[in-house]
């Protein structure tokens, strides 16, 4: 029996493979890589910046520092992910909500939601912080002697118990004595002996006992004042923690005014890391002074960090905050990428309860003031 060869159609086997790849390449889609890839990177960013408030200083921490710095862009980015994720119904949008989640702890440090306040029972102070930026900072441009002027008037016309300043700027001994003296008590810590630069608290109640704690390598400090209000003392910080020209705030300044990016990210972001290092040890300082005082402890100020810090999260452990607690809308203090920036603050015992926390958005400075009703 003749022997029957099978010929394989070679020309048909080529085509079934350039087919089979032909197949695999129109299954690839560059979109839907992309989206799957910055939505790993957008998850992982997140997740550092939740872990970077729990380190202490350390090469490592000062990596993921920025992370929580960057917090509100990075959140931004997660959540325009998302959309695209679900209007093109892809899986992957799950991976950036589990992500997110987290985020709902913090929401309320940044954004309140309005709602009608009750008073609380007790006896209430108005307390307000306000970084000045040495009168000299304001964001109409407004020179040294008015913007001075328009400061005090602000201040009379809010009329707290107690005003925390840093970055006062005043000439001479009897400018200060004139400035809002119908405040009788008042602490400070200046810089030289006739220009008057530094931080300020003024109280309407007497101040029984006061001090000032300089921080190491720095020109920043903090001062505190115990206060008499009817017979119980409440002792006051009012803290300005590393700044000047190494401090986040100054690299988005100069971001604003130059415009050069890439420039100006790669020459602060070394001074940076070297801020952070110094504001977790003026955090150690503030939290070792206080711990030894037997008042229920106000602690307020610049602190030059925003809620997703270790600096924020050091000094509120066992304390309420304000906005947190009675603030609505954003809670943005810093004037520049509002409203992306809050980095001032006041804390109070949990004890206590706060009411109509408030933070105007007045051109005198480049911060906002603060204020707030604490009930005691």
């Not at 949008?93 to 954004?111: E, R």
């Not at 206060?227 to 100069?254: K, P, W």
């Not at 906005?323 to 409203?339: D, I, Q, R, T, V």
């Amino acid at each position: 029996m003749p022997r029957v060869h099978k010929y394989q159609n070679k020309t048909e086997s080529q085509w079934g493979k350039a087919g089979k790849k032909e197949q695999m390449f129109s299954r690839f889609s560059l979109k839907d890589f992309l989206l799957k890839l910055f939505a790993l990177i957008g998850a992982i960013a997140l997740f550092l910046s939740y872990i970077s408030v729990y380190l202490p200083p350390s090469e490592l921490s000062s990596v993921l520092m920025f992370f929580g710095l960057y917090f509100i862009p990075i959140l931004f980015f997660n959540l325009i992910i998302l959309l695209i994720a679900l209007f093109r119904l892809k899986a992957v949008a799950f991976l950036t909500l589990v992500a997110m989640l987290p985020t709902l702890f913090y929401a309320d440090l940044f954004f309140k939601i309005s709602k009608d306040e009750q008073e609380p029972d007790g006896k209430p102070f108005k307390i307000l912080t306000y970084n000045l930026g040495h009168m000299q900072l304001s964001r109409d441009g407004l020179e040294y002697a008015a913007n001075t002027v328009r400061i005090e008037n602000f201040l009379r016309e809010e009329n707290p118990d107690i005003i925390c300043l840093q970055e006062f700027y005043i000439v001479g001994k009897e400018s200060y004595a004139n400035f809002l003296p119908n405040i009788p008590y008042r602490h400070h810590y200046f810089y030289g002996s006739r220009i008057y630069n530094g931080n300020v608290i003024l109280s309407r109640y007497p101040i029984v006992d006061s001090g000032t704690i300089k921080f190491d390598d720095s020109h920043n400090m903090f001062i505190w004042a115990d206060i008499d209000m009817g017979g119980e003392i409440v002792r006051v910080y009012n803290c300005h923690l590393q700044s000047a020209t190494i401090s986040f705030t100054r690299l988005i300044q100069r971001i604003a005014v130059k415009g050069a990016l890439t420039t100006e990210v790669k020459e602060v972001h070394e001074k940076l890391r070297v801020s952070n290092r110094l504001r977790a040890l003026q955090v150690e300082d503030i939290l070792e002074h206080s711990g030894k005082c037997g008042h229920p402890v106000v602690i307020c100020g610049d602190f030059n960090d925003t809620p997703v810090s270790y600096t924020y999260y050091k000094l509120r452990k066992g304390r309420k905050d304000s906005f947190a607690e009675a603030g609505k809308g954003f809670g943005a203090s810093y004037s520049y990428l509002w409203p992306l920036l809050r980095i001032d603050y006041i804390l109070y015992p949990k004890e206590f309860k706060a009411f109509r926390n408030e933070i105007k958005r007045e051109k005198y400075s480049d911060h906002y003031p603060v204020s707030t009703y604490i009930y005691r």
